[in-house]
């Protein structure tokens, strides 16, 4: 016979059947690693460049920079942020979705700029949280009050 126990919100069963506790775990999708499409000439093929996205710089500008110059896709400034977001480097993913916003490719298009704003608004919402747990919350209100405000610009 199994019997249910809770502890810690986590269902076990005793027995015979023992399930493991769910984890749950935001950034389990992000890959290891990305290839950007980079197109060298107009007759040539198009090769790529590996990212890794578990050992980013502390400065996402260049990358910000091959992301532009290629006219790189929405996903690749995604994939790149989360993978800051992941290793918590939040300000780097920020960095990433801001310039990602603002390059020529998002511009055009306000679809391709919407997800890069939702993310933004979690990114801020995440690290408004971090600074709420450990500075106060005048802390927390200067980190929301600065994403409202980008974000106003955005619209």
């Known amino acids: ?30 890959p290891s690693s990305i ?7 107009e007759d040539e093929e198009e090769t790529s460049v590996e990212v890794d996205l578990d050992n980013l710089p502390d400065d996402p500008t260049e990358l910000c920079v091959l992301l532009d110059n290629e006219n790189s896709q ?34 055009r298009d306000v679809n391709e700029r919407l997800p890069l704003l939702g993310a933004l608004v979690w990114l801020y919402l995440m690290k408004a949280r971090g600074a709420a747990r450990s500075s106060g919350s005048m802390s927390a209100r ?14």
């Open 74 to 107: 929405r996903n690749f400034w995604m994939s790149i942020a989360l993978g800051y977001a992941k290793h918590g480097k939040t300000d780097g993913a920020i960095e990433m979705l801001i310039k990602g916003k603002d390059s020529e490719r998002m511009q």
């Open 1 to 30: 016979m199994n019997s249910f126990s809770q502890s810690n919100g986590a269902s076990q069963f005793s027995d015979e059947i023992h399930a493991k506790p769910i984890v749950l775990n935001r950034f389990l999708d992000v």
């Open 35 to 41: 290839d950007i499409p980079i197109q060298e000439a």
């Open 142 to 155: 200067h980190v929301l009050g600065s994403g409202a405000g980008m974000l106003i610009q955005s619209v």
